[in-house]
């Protein structure tokens, strides 16, 4: 699996750096054709501890707010939680990628 922001590193840095309070998230958007809107999230995510990931989430909130919102129904309802599970840093994933973490090699990820 390959971590965006971590696609060197060996897992031993991967697990420092995740017990020094960086996070792994996966952001939301949305794409809306009139009558069928998809929900989607984004590849993994490594955040630095102290950073809130706004930037690295920007552009997957642009794609909701310019292509998401004008599906309906689902469109007008979807783009708005997209863009606050954005804003707010992404959906946490970091506990359920902690047992596949373990698993991998101490070689360069993927």
Do not use: K
């Amino acid at each position: 699996m390959a971590i965006h922001g971590a696609e060197t590193w060996t897992t031993d840095r991967l697990i420092r750096e995740l017990s020094a309070g960086g996070r792994l998230v996966r952001y939301q958007y949305c794409i809306s054709f009139i009558f069928t809107t998809l929900r989607r999230e984004s590849a993994v995510h490594f955040v630095p501890a102290g950073q809130a990931g706004l930037m690295t989430g920007l552009p997957y909130t642009l794609l909701a707010l310019i292509l998401g919102w004008w599906g309906l129904p689902w469109g007008v309802l979807y783009t708005p939680v997209c863009v606050f599970t954005n804003l707010t840093g992404g959906r946490d994933v970091t506990v359920e990628h902690l047992p596949e973490a373990a698993s991998w090699s101490t070689a360069v990820l993927p």
